[in-house]
């Protein structure tokens, strides 16, 4: 058996260690070689920080917690959005099916909330993205895109909006790699 210690900065953090079949003491968790534990590290006024780690030895990760200015650093990827193949949302606000495009969606919960965007498109891939806000009644508001086949493709815009609006980030391309290239968004927890 190891041990896996998380020491937190701030010292007072919460600290969650969970594995399969194991208990965790303190901010340590003993087990076997071999097994993934998943940690998260959390403080009320700080951005929270999370991952996982393959445990081979005893060992401590430290976690460096920054102090939270409303800023949350997301990944398309980590179950925020909700995925959607094949569909983005055309001006009315309906969905359309399209085997070229990929779309990521999130309704927004607090009063209000600005988002900030930044996806790049590394050389190599042609396709373009748009970002498109629908009301709470599922009505087209804004959008903002990039121009068709730049590469390039960037944006980086903020968009006010309120509780109850969508937010849809959509990308055309010519390659089934398209995950490949996602980077991360900014949300504004305001």
């Known amino acids: 058996m190891f041990t896996f210690t998380i020491n937190p900065t701030p010292s007072d953090a919460t600290v969650e260690l969970t594995a399969p079949g194991y208990v965790q003491t303190g901010n340590s968790i003993d087990v076997p070689s071999g097994t993934i534990v998943t940690w998260k590290v959390s403080a009320s006024g700080y ?3 999370n991952g996982t780690h393959t445990v081979t030895k005893t060992e401590t990760k430290s976690v460096t917690l920054n102090e939270d200015n409303g800023w949350v650093e997301m990944d398309y990827n980590d179950g925020l959005f909700t ?8 001006d009315a606000g309906a969905w359309i099916e399209s085997t070229n495009y990929t779309s990521w969606s999130l309704k927004i919960t607090n009063e209000e909330k600005a988002y900030w965007g930044c996806l790049e498109n590394p050389a190599g891939y042609v396709g373009y993205m748009q970002i498109v806000t629908l009301d709470d009644t599922g009505k087209f508001v804004s959008r903002i895109r ?5 590469i390039p493709t960037t944006i980086d815009d903020a ?18 790699s398209i ?8 949300i504004y927890k305001g």
């Open 47 to 49: 951005t929270e920080q």
């Open 83 to 90: 995925k959607t193949n094949g569909k983005y949302v055309n």
């Open 146 to 150: 990039t121009s068709d086949n730049n």
């Open 159 to 176: 968009i006010s909006l309120t509780a109850g609006y969508t937010i849809v980030i959509s990308i055309a391309k010519e390659e089934s």
């Open 179 to 186: 995950e490949a290239w996602l980077r991360k968004i900014n």
